[in-house]
């Protein structure tokens, strides 16, 4: 089980498509270990495209690093069988911790489906995920600014209260910029009776087109004074990075001197960025 001692850090990676990155990724999260992390996550491509090695790189990741991990998993586009399967494989490979996800359909749209008998959503996935493997610890997504596909902010905070009490043991944010979103969204989930804890999902900002790029695509709002000092960097990659790192320390300080339970990063497989927030932080 994911320990929750206070207050703990975690880093999101992906499965590397190259044996060159596959070899650099391995190299950076050995040399993370150093920050102690509670554990690391290890993404699902989009529409599920890299299922097998995301469970592959979380066993290598747990067995020869040493470091406790959470897979991955989405639902999207698979059939009930192909899902135990899954599930079984999680097992097999001796991890206990998975996100479960619905995940978002792959960019040109073409495997979005849903094939008889298979999940329409998350909770669909949990339920099946608690029916197969009632050990694991199960951990869900949840949209402080509002799930970018459903407006009724109460609706989707109701649909996530179904989510938890079908078996969710913690929730883990999606980014966000501005901690009045965070707390705002802890205090919702409460007055609904959502008692998991919940851990705010932190990406430092490296690039500003991507960032831009991100935002659009999860819903998240970039604030004025921020996406103004980003700007005025230009093409200057080390002043980003350097913005950046200093936004996401004040957020993560005041989200822990607040009471939040954690930290998770969002990476993109780059460690400067987290590594300098992590120091700071200490
Ligand atoms: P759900 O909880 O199923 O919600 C999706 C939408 O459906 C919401 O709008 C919700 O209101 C609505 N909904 C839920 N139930 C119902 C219902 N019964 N009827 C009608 N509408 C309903 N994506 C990937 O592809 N791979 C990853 O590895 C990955 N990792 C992520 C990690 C984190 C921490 C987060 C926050 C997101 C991650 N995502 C990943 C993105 C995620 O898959 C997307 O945000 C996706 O759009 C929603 O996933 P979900 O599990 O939150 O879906």
Same mark, same amino acid.
């Given at each position: 089980m994911l320990?929750?001692?206070s207050p703990l850090f975690s880093f999101e990676?992906?499965?590397?498509?190259t044996a060159k990155g596959e070899r650099k990724l391995f190299d950076t999260?050995?040399?993370?270990?150093?920050? $102690?992390? /509670?554990?690391?996550? @290890?993404?699902?491509?989009?529409?599920?495209?890299?299922? =097998?090695?995301? +469970?592959?790189?979380?066993e290598r990741i747990k067995n020869d690093i040493g470091l406790q991990v959470l897979v991955h998993l989405t639902c999207l586009g698979m059939t009930r069988h192909e899902l135990v399967d899954a599930i079984r494989a999680v097992r097999s490979a001796g991890l206990s911790n998975i996100l479960a996800l619905r995940g978002d359909p792959a960019q040109d749209g073409s495997e979005f489906g849903h094939p008889e008998?298979?999940? $329409?959503? /998350?909770?669909?996935? @949990?339920?099946?995920?608690?029916?197969?493997?009632?050990? =694991?610890?199960? +951990?869900?997504?949840?949209?402080?600014?509002g799930h970018v596909e459903e407006a009724d902010k109460q609706?989707?905070?109701?649909?996530?209260?179904?989510?938890?009490?079908?078996?969710?043991?913690?929730?883990?944010?999606?980014?966000?910029?501005?901690?009045?979103?965070?707390f705002e969204f802890v205090s919702r989930a409460r007055d609904?009776?959502?008692?998991?804890?919940?851990i705010p999902g932190i990406m430092p900002v490296t690039n500003l087109k991507q960032i831009e790029k991100f935002t659009r695509m999860c819903g998240a709002t970039i604030p004025p004074e921020l996406l103004t000092k980003l700007e005025a960097c230009g093409d200057d990659s080390e002043a980003v990075l350097?913005?950046?790192v200093e936004h996401a320390t004040v957020q993560c300080r005041d989200l822990i001197?607040?009471?939040?339970?954690?930290?998770?990063?969002?990476?993109?497989?780059?460690?400067?960025?987290t590594r300098m927030i992590v120091e700071n932080l200490k």
């Open positions: 320990e929750s001692g990676y992906f499965p590397p498509k999260i050995r040399a993370m270990k150093s920050l $102690k992390p /509670a554990f690391v996550s @290890i993404t699902c491509g989009a529409a599920g495209t890299t299922r =097998a090695r995301t +469970v592959e790189w979380a008998g298979g999940c $329409k959503y /998350a909770i669909d996935l @949990i339920q099946i995920i608690r029916d197969v493997y009632p050990e =694991a610890c199960v +951990v869900g997504a949840c949209y402080p600014e609706l989707d905070l109701d649909r996530l209260k179904a989510k938890c009490d079908t078996g969710l043991d913690v929730l883990i944010t999606q980014l966000f910029f501005e901690n009045r979103h965070y609904a009776g959502i008692q998991q804890q919940i350097a913005v950046g001197d607040r009471g939040a339970p954690g930290l998770h990063f969002y990476t993109l497989n780059k460690s400067p960025a």
